[in-house]
């Protein structure tokens, strides 16, 4: 019986010690070092690292096209103005069309992100950008749709001011009935 007890003792407590402890530090280990995309993620949805995150894809997915470099004010500028863009322009290179429906997706995206940060952001600069990047490429289409009408000329500017208009009044809709 002390034999066996002994034997069985120290064999079965280095056998619960070995298996146990290792499969337990194991576990332990992975709980308590998580992975770099588990890290990430818990910095990303932190209150501070959700805009620091933001800021970083922001810049880098913008950065490639000219036209995200300018100031708001000028863009606004060149939205309003009521003349064709110039050939030369970073919106016409390598097409007006594409270069406006990338920026009032990327506007309207990152509007939407901003809102949920936990910094104050303006909510009414942004919905006037969209409207204004939204009404010029409907204008700039209709100038192609209808290139010999009276008032084609002067469409993606006035288009450009409807576009804030009605994003700045809403898309009520919805009439009684």
């Known amino acids: 019986e002390g034999e066996s007890g002994s034997a069985s003792g120290p064999a079965g407590g280095s056998s619960d010690a070995d298996g146990g402890g290792d499969s337990d530090d194991g576990a332990g280990a992975?709980?308590?070092?998580?992975s770099a995309l588990e890290w990430a993620m818990a910095v990303c949805l932190s209150r501070y690292g959700f805009v620091a995150c933001t800021a970083l894809v922001s810049a880098a997915s913008t950065f490639?096209?000219?036209?995200?470099?300018?100031?708001?004010h000028?863009?606004?500028?060149?939205?309003?103005?009521?003349?064709?863009?110039?050939a030369d322009s970073l919106w016409t290179q390598p097409s007006v069309f594409s270069n406006l429906a990338v920026f009032t997706a990327y506007k309207f995206a990152f509007a939407v992100m901003t809102l949920g940060c936990a910094i104050p952001a303006g909510v009414?600069?942004?919905?006037?950008?969209?409207?204004?990047a939204a009404g010029r490429l409907l204008g700039e289409l209709l100038?192609?749709?209808l290139p010999g009408e009276d008032g084609a000329a002067e469409a993606p500017g006035g288009l450009t001011a409807g576009g804030?208009?009605?994003g700045a009044g809403g898309g009520g809709g919805g009439g009684g009935g």
């Open 164 to 166: 804030p208009a009605g």
């Open 64 to 72: 490639p096209f000219g036209f995200f470099r300018k100031g708001a």
């Open 74 to 86: 000028e863009i606004l500028n060149e939205l309003f103005d009521t003349q064709q863009l110039d």
């Open 124 to 132: 009414f600069t942004p919905v006037f950008t969209v409207g204004a």
């Open 143 to 145: 100038l192609v749709v």
């Open 30 to 34: 992975s709980d308590a070092d998580p």
